[in-house]
């Protein structure tokens, strides 16, 4: 099995069935963990690193608790109607393709041939209103939102394109000329892009093998990395330095998060091990043991201490580090997993975004630093608000005007949608870990999904080259 995953026959590139599980004789020669505590060399600015972390990280934290403290002044009745309605709506995703038979006409069209190969992996931009999607070709395409125009291809890669990601202030504070993408691939490249060329601005060299997945960490300044080469490593977005490289997987590294924090970053690999590593200090502080097959996906709840992770054991498994255990696994599919994603509330979500004619040329909305407050808003203390009732909770639809919408801090990450070559995209309402709704008019494997910023659409991209769009009804 190694063998195959190393020649590319996996999520990406795998056009039979699932890998088998006749690995089991190969965990014997595996190397065991030592109970001595380990460390790996860092660079010389590994400290800085680190010390840098834990100032940026610190400050959300506590902006994010202030705003979970909040939540409890609303009355119970208020927040399950809240989240009533907004389960109500999301059970109308719909999409624009319309029943072969003639049955069924959707009222929403967007269904796009991506690419002349499969695609592999959709992220939505920031403000919601791009959308890149990666193929084997080696290509990445971006993708204007609603109206599907393309609008850039990302080159550079020299074979199958399994990794992408926004930077965080890409499309809000980024201006075109600045780094705004990263692509990896089958080659073992990290590519940067801007949106001013096709061709890459820069790149990140040392990986050996497949890099599988490539993210931003919040806060725009470093990159982590997940590879075949059975380590992750994390580097500079700046200067393209690594800063350290990090091995604890006994086979390859599949998958990489970053908490919304900042602190803690998740890996997940074929090793059917997750791990959670505090980034200040550069320890693993919790082991995912519990599915049996490969992970291949996982994501970060925005309340920073749920954990989703996706595998080919077909199950999607919930961990809460605040416990260090996993506390629910959805029987999801009936074949793997290839992608989980939490709804992250974001630009255009109880504010005003851009418009559906916002051009990645145009000048950034928001100045440096300033587009935080799009993803976390700060808390109000209800304490001494004037809508509170007699027993202390505020009604949730009186909230006070300006960056806050309390809302947006009980809605986002209520809800969790998934991917799965089973030729299904599911959404499930976070907490009790149910099925809302399996979107209609998939039919090929579904290697990729994400979920706009804003609310109003998900993506999916497909083995058969289609990406597709979903919206309320």
Not at 48 to 64: C, E, G, H, N, V
Not at 341 to 359: I, L
Not at 457 to 464: E, K, L, N, Q, V
């Amino acid at each position: 099995m190694t063998a195959r995953f190393e020649a590319g026959l996996d999520i990406d590139g795998n056009d039979s069935e699932n890998a088998d599980s006749d690995d089991d004789s190969e965990s014997d020669s595996e190397d065991q963990d030592s109970d001595e505590e380990f460390y790996y060399p860092g660079g010389e600015y590994l400290v800085d690193t680190r010390q840098y972390i834990a100032q940026w990280s610190l400050p959300r934290a506590s902006k994010r608790l202030a705003a979970q403290r909040a939540e409890v002044q609303v009355s119970v009745i208020s927040r399950k109607k809240t989240k009533l309605e907004w389960f109500t709506h999301l059970k109308r995703y719909l999409s624009r393709v319309s029943d072969i038979l003639g049955l069924q006409t959707f009222t929403f069209t967007a269904s796009q041939i991506g690419d002349d190969r499969p695609l592999s992996i959709c992220r939505f931009s920031p403000n919601s209103r791009l959308l890149v999607t990666a193929s084997w070709s080696g290509l990445a395409k971006i993708w204007s939102i609603p109206n599907f125009e393309h609008v850039l291809t990302l080159k550079g890669q020299k074979e199958r394109v399994s990794g992408i990601s926004f930077h965080p202030g890409s499309t809000l504070s980024q201006n075109s000329r600045e780094l705004n993408v990263v692509t990896s691939g089958m080659d073992g490249t990290v590519n940067l892009h801007n949106f001013e060329s096709d061709l890459p601005v820069g790149e990140l060299l040392g990986h050996k093998k497949r890099v599988a997945r490539v993210n931003f960490h919040p806060s725009g300044r470093f990159i982590g990395t997940a590879s075949y080469d059975r380590t992750w490593r994390f580097w500079d977005a700046e200067t393209t330095v690594e800063l350290f490289m990090q091995k604890g997987h006994s086979r390859e590294v599949f998958d990489i998060g970053f908490q919304g924090d900042g602190a803690l970053v998740a890996t997940a690999g074929l090793d059917a091990v997750g791990r959670v590593w505090d980034l200040r200090s550069g320890r693993s502080i919790m082991v995912l043991q519990g599915h049996v097959k490969p992970i291949f996906t996982l994501d970060w709840s925005p309340d920073c201490h749920t954990l989703a992770t996706g595998s080919e054991d077909n199950t999607i498994r919930v961990w809460d580090v605040r416990q260090a255990k996993s506390t629910y696994t959805i029987p999801a599919h009936t074949n793997l997993v290839s992608n989980v994603k939490f709804w992250t509330a974001g630009d255009g979500f109880e504010s005003t975004g851009a418009g559906d004619s916002w051009k990645m040329t145009d000048p950034p909305r928001f100045s440096k630093g300033e587009d935080d407050d799009v993803d976390m808003d700060p808390a109000v203390d209800m304490r001494d608000s004037d809508d509170d009732d007699e027993n202390g909770a505020r009604d949730v639809d009186k909230h006070d005007d300006g960056s806050l919408s309390l809302r947006k801090q009980l809605l986002t990450g209520g809800h969790l949608v998934s991917s799965s070559y089973d030729g299904t995209c599911k959404i499930f309402s976070v907490g009790d870990w149910k099925p809302l709704k399996s979107l209609a008019g998939l039919e090929s494997k579904v290697t990729g999904c994400d979920v706009s910023g804003d609310g109003r659409f998900i993506a999916t991209a497909s083995y058969d080259r289609t990406f597709k769009l979903f919206a309320p009804e």
